[in-house]
């Protein structure tokens, strides 16, 4: 293995989320009319279709279609058509899922008070999927 891979891989474990928004930020926030948030890691604190493949037992062969999505090496078309394809749920697997993992537990720590603030001061508020 080369030292770029391991060297991004060692900033990666290092790193640190900023908890604190500098001045420049808080700008940009209080003067949008619309935010956008990506559903999956952000909204939640998973990818919904890998926790639905490790759900339906099928999370292994999931995961090596994701990481070719992420390496370039499938599109990310091919790859969602061959990961919805393998995992192959039918609306009472999708009904046995929302059950075992509903909603309010895959949400990410604070996101919910965040759009409700957000909508209290007038901002519109857009769910996006890159998957979809």
């Known amino acids: 293995m080369d030292a770029a891979p391991q060297k991004a891989q060692a900033t990666q474990q290092d790193w640190t989320p900023k908890t604190t928004a500098s001045d420049s930020v808080l700008a ?4 949008a009319d619309a935010v956008c ?6 909204i939640t604190v ?4 890998d926790l639905l493949a490790e759900f339906m037992g099928v999370k292994e062969q999931v995961e090596i279609l994701t990481n070719k999505a992420m ?9 969602l058509e061959e990961r919805l394809n393998i995992i192959n749920c039918s609306p ?13 537990s895959r949400m990410a720590p604070g996101i919910k008070e965040l759009i409700n603030s957000l909508q209290a001061r007038g901002k ?9």
Do not use: M
Request: hydrophobic content about 40%; overall charge negative; glycine content about 6%.
């Open 28 to 31: 940009v926030w209080r003067k």
């Open 37 to 42: 948030f990506d559903v999956d890691c952000t």
């Open 46 to 49: 998973n990818d919904s279709l």
């Open 71 to 79: 390496d370039g090496s499938l599109s990310l078309e091919q790859a």
């Open 92 to 104: 009472d697997d999708i009904k046995r899922f929302i059950k075992a993992h509903p909603p309010a």
């Open 124 to 132: 519109a508020i857009y769910l996006i999927s890159g998957g979809f």
